[in-house]
């Protein structure tokens, strides 16, 4: 019995027959071209942006150009520390000869446990792999669909709600005007910036972003930047 369900790969284990190694390298074009604009506009309209765009340099919000991996990073990395995420990512990562939504979905539950995915995280890797695979996902579609469409289509696979979806939009898509309210980092960072750390609502948030529009997310990146000087690549 244990031996056989060592061999049950994740699609067998989900209903479905079986039919994206390392994560992939940042592309040579990966930094939005809108950068610069949205800095030096920001930096006009609001004092803290002025502040602090320039303590990062050249540092820019940055793409691997992977849909499927972006959200399977987005979900390894649910309700974890990211120095524990990326230690799980890296052994989930070289289970597949390369990470393809087909090749997740031929890997064996219990290696996939074994790298220190909890059992409902395999769950949501496999549904995203089926979602994928399945033509479920309009992803030819994205670049002219609006924020919203997308984040609907996206939070119908398990696993990936609001957040997710924004964090998708900004790090993958590369939306420039996303305001990820439900993102803790960022209400810290309002808080601490502009508040002097003192408690900050979703509406302080809001009223905080009207100046930033229609650069947002540029915003956003620079107030997890304030909290974190390490640039996070999803």
Not at 12 to 37: C, F, K, L, M, N
Not at 193 to 200: K, T
């Amino acid at each position: 019995m244990a031996a056989a369900k060592k061999t049950t790969s994740a699609a067998a284990q989900a209903g479905t027959p079986a039919s994206p190694g390392v994560h992939p390298d940042i592309r040579p074009d990966a930094r939005p071209g809108y950068w610069a604009e949205a800095c030096k506009q920001l930096m006009k309209k609001d004092r803290v942006m002025k502040r602090l765009i320039p303590q990062s340099g050249n540092a820019t919000l940055q793409t691997r150009g992977d849909a499927f991996t972006t959200l399977a990073r987005s979900i390894v990395g649910q309700q974890i520390s990211v120095k524990a995420a990326q230690t799980v990512w890296e052994r989930f990562a070289l289970l597949p000869c390369s990470m393809k939504p087909a090749n997740v979905l031929k890997l064996r539950i219990d290696d996939m446990r074994a790298a220190g995915l909890s059992a409902r995280k395999v769950d949501y890797l496999v549904d995203l792999s089926m979602h994928f695979e399945s033509g479920q996902l309009h992803v030819k579609d994205w670049a002219a669909m609006d924020d919203e469409a997308i984040i609907a289509e996206l939070v119908a696979i398990r696993g990936i709600g609001r957040w997710t979806a924004e964090m998708f939009l900004i790090f993958y898509l590369m939306r420039p005007n996303v305001l990820p309210l439900d993102d803790l980092g960022l209400i810290n960072g309002i808080s601490l910036n502009y508040f002097s750390g003192d408690p900050v609502s979703r509406s302080d948030a809001r009223e905080v972003a009207q100046a930033w529009k229609p650069w947002c997310s540029v915003a956003t990146w620079y107030i997890w930047r304030s909290l974190d000087p390490l640039p996070v690549v999803y």
